[in-house]
């Protein structure tokens, strides 16, 4: 891959007092691209794209090369991150619940982003946070920019919270389950405004997400985590001839309409599994 956005080499991160690392040898590239990490709850997909953030101030982080757009993830002060986060590499939480300031009004919050990183009037970020919001398929958005939290529901919270991660134009955008909290329409619509992004403007796009049928339809390519590593990587139009046995168990125990009524079959692990990388 010429010239990646994102290269990331043997990335291991080990959390204080942990028997075992949460991530261990964690390797891929990203480019003008949607990538989709999947593997199930605690498989460490979250923790990679906050490890990309810098986002873990207590783990210990080692790495052959962590850069963005040659930038050394690594060894980046604090004070060169501040300058990166929100402005070239944002990422979409999974709960707005929690990232969303309870006592301040959401346009504000999408605002004061904008301002952080861009100098301008607040009149003029007001303007920008409206347009986004609409852009987002938020109805009614001069209403909204004035409620606070508390007054939107979940799935308006996380629309606001995804038009706050792409308000200034980032190079790189971690998505962790954006749409999660969303209904069926809603949720193409958020897509179709990340697959604009990837496309108009040449970003790179990691989609974090338990969701196969997703990745399998939006996603270029995808990455199986299990148990902190990566085994297995291949084109997302490929998922259904996976080979490795953790991912067909995972395709094996998705409920299909119109299949056949028995049980789902459970993953029998293979200790194996922990020492391979199927790349």
């Not at 980046?76 to 999974?94: D, H, N, V």
């Not at 001069?142 to 996380?158: A, F, I, K, N, T």
Request: aromatic content about 4%.
């Amino acid at each position: 891959m010429a010239d990646p956005i994102l290269d990331i080499q043997n990335l291991t991160l080990r959390y204080p007092n942990a028997p075992t690392p949460a991530v261990c040898g964690v390797s891929f590239t990203l480019g003008q691209e949607r990538l989709g990490i999947v593997g199930e709850s605690g498989s460490g997909k979250s923790t990679v794209g906050r490890a990309i953030m810098r986002l873990l101030p207590d783990a210990t982080m080692q790495a052959d090369r962590m850069s963005f757009a040659g930038v050394d993830l690594l060894n980046a002060s604090e004070k060169q991150m501040l300058k990166l986060r929100g402005a070239r590499m944002s990422m979409i939480l999974q709960d707005p619940k929690y990232s969303l300031n309870p006592i301040q009004r959401c346009g504000d919050q999408v605002a004061e982003a904008y301002r952080t990183h861009v100098s301008t009037t607040k009149s003029d970020a007001k303007a920008k946070a409206i347009a986004m919001l609409e852009a987002v398929q938020i109805r009614d958005p001069e209403r909204v920019y004035d409620l606070y939290p508390h007054e939107v529901s979940g799935g308006m919270g996380q629309r606001i919270m995804i038009a706050m991660m792409l308000l200034t134009d980032p190079e790189l955008v971690i998505a962790d389950e954006p749409t999660s909290a969303l209904d069926v329409t809603v949720r193409l619509q958020v897509l179709s405004i990340l697959d604009d992004l990837v496309k108009q403007r040449g970003i790179g796009l990691i989609m974090i997400s338990h969701d196969l049928n997703l990745v399998r339809n939006f996603c270029d390519r995808v990455l199986i985590m299990y148990a902190g590593r990566i085994v297995e990587t291949l084109d997302a139009k490929d998922l259904d001839h996976a080979r490795h046995p953790y991912t067909r168990g995972l395709l094996a125990a998705q409920p299909r309409i119109g299949g056949p009524r028995r049980p789902l079959p459970v993953l029998d692990r293979d200790p194996s599994w922990l020492s391979e990388a199927t790349l």
